[in-house]
């Protein structure tokens, strides 16, 4: 049951409560999700409130950010407190902008995103999943029902597709999804380039956030995003199993369609324009 969306005076009373030598210059809302709602608070600390508080939750998701920083090459959030009756989670902002808020180009992205993503994709499904499944969930579900959760979304955006797209998507709505057989690894699960942070000057990745739907899963999965937001050369790259490509394509297909809605629906105009400049690659004309 979703709880009401805590306002600017209860992210102040957490704030001094948990940091009570903390200055509070400002409070804004910069955030709001399809799980979360977050604010900033004085320009730098992140306070994230879960529409579904599930305190066992955010101790699970504490507990793995630390492992996660034992393991990754990049800095990831370090939680400052948590409150957890309402399911919020702060920490101190971390240096650089989301990919996705800068202007890009799918074969301008850079060498050096490609060879920083490369290695920390290397060290995290390198983990022993079973190290991590006290941590995380299994993300398991068959590439028939993404196909068809990807049917559903893209009913509800079609007539936001271009009609030269429209056939291709049909078309691998209606196609035989490739083998699904993997071997299961420790994933982001989410990596889009909302999550990559870069210094906006030199475009080397500052961090990586958001990693609530962190699971054990498909390797592909953390391609997949990557190869739907900046194109076939990045998926190129990272890359060389044939097979773990041919899934990172279809689950990029699948997920566009619901970047999109939730660009529309949110008014979050880098989504949409994301998501259709996507088509391109993704669905040919």
Same mark, same amino acid.
């Given at each position: 049951?979703?709880?009401? &969306?805590?306002?600017?005076?209860?992210?102040?009373?957490?704030?001094?409560?948990?940091?009570?030598?903390?200055?509070? &210059?400002?409070?804004?809302?910069?955030?709001?999700? #399809?799980? @979360?709602?977050?604010?900033?608070?004085?320009? $730098? #600390?992140?306070?994230?409130?879960?529409?579904?508080?599930?305190?066992?939750?955010? !101790?699970? *998701?504490?507990?793995?950010?630390?492992?996660?920083? *034992?393991?990754?090459?990049?800095?990831?959030?370090?939680?400052?407190?948590t409150v957890a009756e309402l399911g919020c989670l702060a920490y101190f902002r971390l240096a650089g902008t989301p990919l996705l808020d800068l202007p890009h180009h799918p074969s301008g992205h850079g060498a050096s995103i490609a060879a920083t993503l490369g290695q920390f994709l290397t060290a995290l499904h390198a983990v022993p999943a079973a190290?991590?499944? @006290?941590?995380? !969930?299994?993300?398991?579900?068959?590439? @028939? &029902?993404?196909?068809?959760?990807?049917?559903?979304?893209?009913?509800?955006?079609?007539?936001?597709?271009?009609?030269?797209?429209?056939?291709?998507?049909?078309?691998?709505?209606?196609?035989?999804?490739?083998?699904?057989?993997?071997?299961?690894?420790?994933?982001?699960?989410?990596?889009?380039?909302?999550?990559?942070?870069?210094?906006?000057?030199?475009? $080397?990745?500052?961090?990586?956030? !958001?990693?609530? !739907?962190?699971?054990?899963?498909?390797?592909?999965?953390?391609?997949?995003?990557?190869?739907?937001?900046?194109?076939?050369?990045?998926?190129? $790259? #990272?890359?060389?199993?044939?097979?773990?490509?041919?899934?990172?394509?279809?689950?990029?297909?699948?997920?566009?369609? $619901?970047?999109?809605?939730?660009?529309?629906?949110?008014?979050? *105009?880098?989504?949409?324009? @994301?998501?259709?400049?996507? #088509?391109?690659?993704?669905?040919?004309?």
């Amino acid at each position: 049951m979703a709880v009401e &969306e805590p306002g600017v005076a209860t992210v102040r009373s957490v704030v001094v409560a948990r940091l009570p030598r903390y200055p509070i &210059e400002s409070v804004v809302r910069v955030g709001d999700g #399809l799980d @979360n709602v977050a604010y900033e608070v004085s320009g $730098e #600390l992140i306070v994230r409130f879960s529409k579904h508080p599930d305190p066992a939750r955010l !101790d699970r *998701e504490v507990r793995l950010l630390a492992a996660v920083a *034992e393991i990754a090459p990049l800095p990831v959030p370090v939680p400052a407190f948590t409150v957890a009756e309402l399911g919020c989670l702060a920490y101190f902002r971390l240096a650089g902008t989301p990919l996705l808020d800068l202007p890009h180009h799918p074969s301008g992205h850079g060498a050096s995103i490609a060879a920083t993503l490369g290695q920390f994709l290397t060290a995290l499904h390198a983990v022993p999943a079973a190290r991590m499944t @006290n941590l995380v !969930d299994i993300d398991d579900h068959p590439l @028939n &029902e993404r196909r068809q959760e990807a049917g559903a979304a893209y009913q509800a955006v079609a007539r936001q597709i271009p009609s030269p797209h429209r056939r291709s998507v049909e078309s691998f709505l209606d196609a035989r999804p490739p083998d699904g057989r993997y071997v299961p690894v420790f994933s982001h699960n989410d990596l889009g380039i909302e999550h990559i942070l870069v210094d906006p000057q030199t475009r $080397e990745i500052t961090g990586v956030i !958001d990693w609530a !739907d962190a699971a054990i899963a498909d390797p592909a999965i953390d391609f997949a995003r990557l190869y739907r937001d900046l194109g076939p050369s990045i998926l190129d $790259e #990272l890359c060389e199993d044939a097979e773990v490509k041919a899934r990172a394509r279809f689950y990029g297909r699948c997920t566009v369609f $619901e970047d999109l809605a939730y660009g529309l629906d949110t008014g979050r *105009e880098t989504y949409v324009t @994301n998501s259709s400049a996507a #088509l391109e690659w993704l669905f040919p004309g």
